[in-house]
C-alpha cells in the first residue's frame, strides 16, 4: 500500500487496504489507522475508526493503546 500511494496507483491502494481489513485487530487497530491516514487509504482509516468504536474498552486497555499514548 506504501508503493501504491508513493506511485499513484489508487487502484492498487484500494485493493491493498480491502486485503489489510482482515488483519484489524484491538492489537493492530491504531496502527493501521495511522499507516491508513499517512498513505490516504480513506477506506482502511474509516473501517479502523468504526472499528474502535466498536471494542473501545478492549482497544483503551490493549498495551498497544499505551504506547500509542506516549
Excluded: G, W
Excluded at 31 to 54: D, G, K, S, V, W
Amino acid at each position: 500500500m506504501i508503493y501504491a500511494d508513493y506511485f499513484m496507483l489508487p487502484r492498487l491502494a484500494d485493493i491493498c487496504s480491502s486485503y489489510l481489513k482482515y488483519y484489524v485487530t484491538t492489537k493492530s487497530v491504531l496502527q493501521l489507522m495511522l499507516l491508513a491516514h499517512a498513505h490516504n487509504a480513506e477506506q482502511l482509516e474509516n473501517y479502523c475508526i468504526n472499528f474502535i468504536a466498536l471494542n473501545e474498552k478492549e482497544v483503551i486497555e490493549s498495551r498497544a493503546y499505551r504506547h500509542f499514548k506516549r
